[in-house]
């Protein structure tokens, strides 16, 4: 084992643990593989949590931040910033949010908190919905409206958070439910929590629940969770953190899914825009963005190296089309694995949509989760060369499973026979 491996204790607490038995130190990439400091190649199936949204070392990311760092490296909001003014009109143009307005952070976390920011000014209100078993980040405000308890490390919180249903199908008191009663009791419930509560400033919710295991409600719920929103002048949030940017395929955003409900109010977004680098931000229209009376800018948010980065990777997936190939290699990959699983007990669905799958894992013969098979199957997939990740609820018993969005259709079945090795091994 890597000396790295103790050494890593200093950056994180002992708790936490690394994936795998013998943690992975990545050292290089290319396309949709990565090497690790053995020199041994695996295929990437989980773009290291979704970050690296369109191939590893993409010749057009990597001229364009090298050439911005052989020019300036500053980072200042006081100056007129041309990479980021050129990013945000791209933004802006492809959120399907009228008159829209684009502010830059450094990740996913700090892109929620400026959402919560803005929704909780712009309505008076500290008091937030959010769904059971969500993640929204780790600062003092996204831990406060982060569902899944596994990642809430603290009850205190600056805002009032009322959890509603919706988030996960599989389990909970709603899980036998077909779609439309499902959706029913859903709405049921939020209009429970209405009648219960200060009136809240925002709903915020992740159309397809990453950390929590890539479960989704049905097409529509947020439809009509929005039309009880708007009557009680609730804004809706969509954390497109995992979601956006075409990773679901059928969609470039996730809240697109919900058909009729209409451009979300503000939607949040990081992760893969950047291609690995350090990109967030928040889309609002101009009259809630223009809410804050005092300044509030981020000094880092919208650096030109990121910028740089981000409208090079953003310009390479719309040009490539690289939603649609999530639609079609995505589809072809989920095909593939629910034909597996139909003959695995322990397999209870393989979900999902585009590049974002999700595997849910039962002890065979019974409805219980088993996080030992997903550990198992993480360790097997690496042993033959592929890195997947998981999540869930409190028992972390789903795959999680996000390549990078140029995914072809040989690595697509290469991976899906490594996995079916691997759950055949499991079980
Ligand atoms: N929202 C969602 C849906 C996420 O999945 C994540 C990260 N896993 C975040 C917010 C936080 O993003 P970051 O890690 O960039 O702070």
């Given at each position: 084992?890597?000396?790295?491996?103790?050494?890593?204790?200093?950056?994180?607490?002992?708790?936490?643990?690394?994936?795998?038995?013998?943690?992975?130190?990545?050292?290089?990439?290319?396309?949709?593989?990565?090497?690790?400091?053995?020199?041994?190649?695996?295929?990437?199936?989980?773009?290291?949590?979704?970050?690296?949204?369109?191939?590893?070392?993409?010749?057009?990311?990597?001229?364009?931040?090298?050439?911005?760092?052989?020019?300036?490296?500053?980072?200042?909001?006081?100056?007129?910033?041309?990479?980021?003014?050129?990013?945000?009109?791209?933004?802006?143009?492809?959120?399907?949010?009228?008159?829209?307005?684009?502010?830059?952070?450094?990740?996913?976390?700090?892109?929620?908190?400026?959402?919560?920011?803005?929704?909780?000014?712009?309505?008076?209100?500290?008091?937030?919905?959010?769904?059971?078993?969500?993640?929204?980040?780790?600062?003092?405000?996204?831990?406060?409206?982060?569902?899944?308890?596994?990642?809430?490390?603290?009850?205190?919180?600056?805002?009032?958070?009322?959890?509603?249903?919706?988030?996960?199908?599989?389990?909970?008191?709603?899980?036998?439910?077909?779609?439309?009663?499902?959706?029913?009791?859903?709405?049921?419930?939020?209009?429970?929590?209405?009648?219960?509560?200060?009136?809240?400033?925002?709903?915020?919710?992740?159309?397809?629940?990453?950390?929590?295991?890539?479960?989704?409600?049905?097409?529509?719920?947020?439809?009509?969770?929005?039309?009880?929103?708007?009557?009680?002048?609730?804004?809706?949030?969509?954390?497109?953190?995992?979601?956006?940017?075409?990773?679901?395929?059928?969609?470039?955003?996730?809240?697109?899914?919900?058909?009729?409900?209409?451009?979300?109010?503000?939607?949040?977004?990081?992760?893969?825009?950047?291609?690995?680098?350090?990109?967030?931000?928040?889309?609002?229209?101009?009259?809630?963005?223009?809410?804050?009376?005092?300044?509030?800018?981020?000094?880092?948010?919208?650096?030109?190296?990121?910028?740089?980065?981000?409208?090079?990777?953003?310009?390479?997936?719309?040009?490539?089309?690289?939603?649609?190939?999530?639609?079609?290699?995505?589809?072809?990959?989920?095909?593939?694995?629910r034909a597996v699983a139909a003959h695995l007990p322990g397999v209870r669905e393989v979900r999902g949509r585009g590049l974002m799958i999700g595997i849910e894992l039962v002890k065979p013969g019974t409805d219980d989760a088993d996080p030992q098979a997903a550990a198992a199957v993480l360790e097997a997939a690496r042993a033959q060369g592929l890195l997947i990740g998981k999540g869930g609820g409190h028992d972390t018993s789903a795959l999680r499973i996000?390549?990078?969005?140029?995914?072809?259709?040989?690595?697509?079945?290469?991976?899906?026979?490594?996995?079916?090795?691997?759950?055949?091994?499991?079980?």
């Open positions: 084992m890597s000396d790295l491996y103790s050494r890593h204790r200093r950056v994180m607490p002992d708790w936490l643990a690394l994936y795998y038995d013998d943690p992975i130190e990545i050292t290089h990439g290319e396309g949709r593989h990565v090497w690790d400091s053995d020199g041994r190649r695996y295929l990437d199936f989980f773009g290291g949590i979704l970050t690296t949204m369109t191939a590893h070392a993409l010749p057009e990311v990597t001229k364009a931040v090298s050439e911005q760092a052989g020019r300036i490296l500053h980072s200042s909001t006081l100056y007129l910033n041309r990479p980021m003014v050129e990013l945000a009109e791209r933004v802006a143009q492809v959120s399907g949010i009228p008159d829209a307005r684009v502010f830059f952070t450094t990740s996913g976390t700090e892109a929620n908190d400026a959402a919560l920011l803005l929704a909780t000014t712009y309505r008076r209100s500290n008091t937030v919905l959010a769904m059971r078993n969500s993640y929204h980040g780790r600062s003092f405000s996204t831990v406060g409206i982060t569902g899944n308890r596994s990642w809430s490390p603290t009850s205190l919180s600056p805002l009032q958070t009322l959890y509603v249903h919706g988030g996960v199908r599989t389990r909970g008191p709603f899980a036998h439910l077909d779609d439309r009663a499902f959706i029913d009791a859903c709405v049921a419930d939020l209009k429970d929590v209405l009648g219960h509560t200060r009136p809240p400033a925002a709903l915020i919710a992740e159309p397809v629940q990453g950390v929590g295991g890539f479960t989704s409600p049905p097409d529509g719920l947020y439809a009509e969770f929005r039309e009880l929103l708007t009557a009680h002048g609730i804004l809706w949030i969509s954390d497109e953190v995992q979601t956006g940017w075409g990773r679901t395929g059928d969609h470039f955003w996730g809240w697109q899914a919900h058909g009729r409900s209409g451009p979300p109010d503000i939607v949040t977004f990081a992760k893969g825009i950047g291609n690995g680098m350090s990109i967030g931000g928040v889309i609002a229209r101009s009259e809630i963005m223009n809410c804050l009376d005092a300044n509030s800018i981020s000094t880092f948010g919208g650096t030109q190296i990121t910028m740089a980065a981000g409208l090079a990777n953003l310009t390479y997936l719309l040009e490539h089309d690289l939603q649609g190939n999530a639609r079609r290699v995505g589809g072809l990959l989920i095909e593939r694995l996000a390549p990078p969005l140029s995914l072809t259709v040989a690595e697509a079945e290469e991976g899906a026979a490594i996995l079916e090795s691997a759950l055949r091994s499991a079980y």
